[in-house]
């Protein structure tokens, strides 16, 4: 049984001004990590990991996630190293896809998914490691003569993890990378089933979960619940089937005018599967049953509509 690192996740639409107030209250209250996200539209994933880990005294940072396609991976490789060669040991590069909506809209798409992610990843952490890369041209990364300059190269090579969710992907990380980041939600029975599939024994494993914690039990759990309105679309179905609950959750997706109504009808029991939500007690034993199904970390996102507030109530599960 894991006992997991608890991280917090920085949103993505926080007001500029609270970015580096969140982060320091994130590392004064004590959390382990701290993980922010590079969204369509939004923020840069490396412009905001070197902000706060140089606004921040010992937090570790992730990023999570970096489209693949979207950039060079030389120059991703680059902002890696960077990153970790200012601030040893205190850094996750986390890719991915990227949502394909999101990545077709940018003209980012490419024409084989998951080959393209597998090579990308190995030449990213080859490049880290002060190897220089060269590839068919034909192949879905082409580089010639690729490398890093040895001034630049980190003394501590962070972590390269891919943050997916398929079972292609999933296994894709086992193979490539040195763990995965799972997207919310992530109850116990989809992270035993991801990590069965990443199967590779000592890799991270990254959760990301809808986070409230209040003495008021009913209080938390009805703070999760605009955070879980989005449950049964598409994209997440890998997150639910698991469940058990899983045909009736769908049932009441269909059924509902609207994601707040979806969301307003959850039974309690689900919410407390689907989320981190309830007393400082219950989240704990939230956290732990996904450590006993495999997760490293567990990252809260903080329910509510004041984030920075939210934090010295989480901070609470620690």
């Given at each position: 049984m894991t006992t997991p690192?608890?991280?917090?996740?920085?949103?993505?639409?926080?007001?500029?001004?609270?970015?580096?107030?969140?982060?320091?209250?994130?590392?004064e209250l004590g959390f382990d990590e701290l993980w922010v996200v590079e969204d369509?539209?939004?923020?840069?994933?490396?412009?905001?990991?070197?902000?706060?880990?140089?606004a921040t005294e010992r937090i570790h940072v992730g990023i999570g996630i970096v489209p693949a396609a979207a950039r060079s991976v030389v120059f991703a490789a680059m902002d890696a190293a960077t990153l970790a060669r200012l601030f040893p040991g205190r850094v996750t590069f986390g890719v991915g896809h990227g949502m394909p909506g999101w990545m077709?809209?940018?003209?980012?798409?490419?024409?084989r998914?998951?080959?393209?992610?597998?090579?990308?990843?190995?030449?990213?952490r080859d490049l880290l490691r002060g190897a220089t890369v060269t590839t068919h041209p034909d192949a879905p990364v082409p580089l010639d003569g690729a490398a890093l300059d040895p001034s630049s190269l980190p003394e501590v090579v962070p972590d390269v993890v891919?943050?997916?969710?398929?079972?292609?992907?999933?296994?894709?990380?086992?193979r490539v990378a040195d763990g995965v980041v799972l997207a919310e939600p992530c109850a116990p029975p989809y992270v035993r089933e991801s990590v069965a599939l990443v199967a590779a024994p000592g890799a991270r494993v990254v959760t990301y979960d809808v986070g409230s914690v209040d003495d008021d039990e009913a209080a938390a759990l009805a703070r999760a619940r605009s955070g879980l309105a989005w449950i049964g679309e598409p994209d997440w179905?890998?997150?639910?089937?698991?469940?058990?609950?899983?045909?009736?959750?769908?049932?009441?997706?269909?059924?509902?005018?609207?994601?707040?109504?979806?969301?307003?009808?959850?039974p309690d029991a689900w919410?407390?599967?689907?989320?981190?939500a309830g007393t400082p007690e219950g989240v704990r034993a939230g956290v732990a049953a996904r450590g006993a199904a495999g997760a490293t970390t567990c990252v809260l996102f903080p329910a509510g509509p004041d984030p920075l507030a939210a934090l010295d109530e989480l901070a609470r599960a620690r």
């Open positions: 690192s608890l991280g917090v996740l920085l949103p993505r639409d926080l007001p500029a001004a609270h970015v580096l107030p969140f982060a320091r209250r994130a590392d369509l539209g939004f923020r840069g994933g490396a412009a905001q990991a070197a902000a706060v880990l140089a077709r809209s940018a003209g980012s798409w490419p024409a998914p998951l080959t393209y992610l597998e090579a990308y990843t190995r030449a990213l891919l943050g997916v969710r398929g079972p292609r992907s999933l296994a894709a990380a086992g179905a890998p997150h639910v089937a698991p469940l058990p609950f899983a045909a009736d959750l769908a049932a009441l997706r269909a059924r509902s005018a609207s994601p707040d109504e979806f969301a307003a009808a959850l919410v407390r599967e689907l989320a981190l």
